[in-house]
């Protein structure tokens, strides 16, 4: 029931409790209908790892979801490439309107980036949220600001990105249904060829009054038709001390 959580249940868990040099190798994947991740990695360190050539389809939270430890180690690197969704968080997590500076901040999304991840060629379609939730994004890098996970995500880099959201037309707020194409929370990221059509954010790139997301390239973004019902959307939004 999407307005009150869903049941754990993902299609394919790496986790451990700070186990250290895991190598991942997985591509060629279909999954479907899970109650919540399609893959997550989850507080493991990974010496080499690569993603690819994945196919989601009406995933109950993240497609993929990557957590670090809780003291990042900035010298990994994750691959993941060639992902087509079609449906992420279907289930939702958490409770509707929950503000950006919450520990249980809601959006799920196509990729969710904790760690130094190469980010490339991203396809969502389908990508909505239910009525009564916070929204989701294609790609969020390290969206939760607090001060264990406010910097997991530095150094990574995100090329090409697509993203055709199916939020009705004057839908979205900034606390219900907000649709975001990339959300940007953290230093020293690049995003380079994004095209975001109709979502609430085509991009985003976010601060929550600490300054951190310093340092950030972005080359190439093409924002079609991004707006909300409350006047409050933009193509492209980036906060003042950004």
């Known amino acids: 029931d999407a307005d009150t959580g869903s049941v754990r249940g993902e299609g394919i868990i790496y986790e451990g409790g700070d186990t250290v040099g895991l190598t991942i190798d997985v591509h060629d994947v279909k999954i479907m209908r899970t109650g919540h991740y399609g893959i997550g990695v989850q507080n493991v360190g990974v010496k080499s790892a690569l993603i690819d050539s994945i196919i989601f389809e009406d995933i109950g939270g993240d497609c993929i979801d990557v957590k670090w430890y809780s003291i990042p180690n900035y010298d990994k690197n994750l691959i993941i490439s060639r992902i087509i969704s079609d449906g992420c968080g279907k289930y939702f997590l958490g409770l509707p309107g929950e503000a950006d500076n919450s520990a249980n901040n809601a959006n799920q999304a196509v990729v969710d980036v904790g760690g130094k991840c190469i980010v490339r060629?991203?396809?969502?379609?389908?990508?909505d949220s239910h009525e009564n939730s916070y929204g989701n994004c294609c790609v969020r890098l390290r969206a939760k600001v607090n001060s264990q996970h406010r910097e997991d995500a530095r150094g990574s880099t995100v090329d090409g990105v697509y993203?055709?959201?199916?939020k009705p037309d004057n839908a979205g707020s900034n606390t219900l249904r907000r649709i975001v194409g990339v959300q940007v929370n953290c230093p020293d990221i690049s995003v380079s060829n994004?095209?975001?059509i109709n979502c609430f954010y085509g991009l985003r790139v976010h601060d929550s009054g600490d300054s951190v997301p310093r340092n950030v390239n972005l080359t190439n973004i093409t924002a079609i038709n991004c707006r909300g019902a409350a006047n409050d959307a933009m193509g492209i939004s980036i906060s003042n001390a950004c």
């Open 194 to 196: 994004v095209t975001a």
């Open 163 to 166: 993203v055709w959201s199916t």
């Open 121 to 127: 060629d991203i396809f969502a379609m389908g990508l």
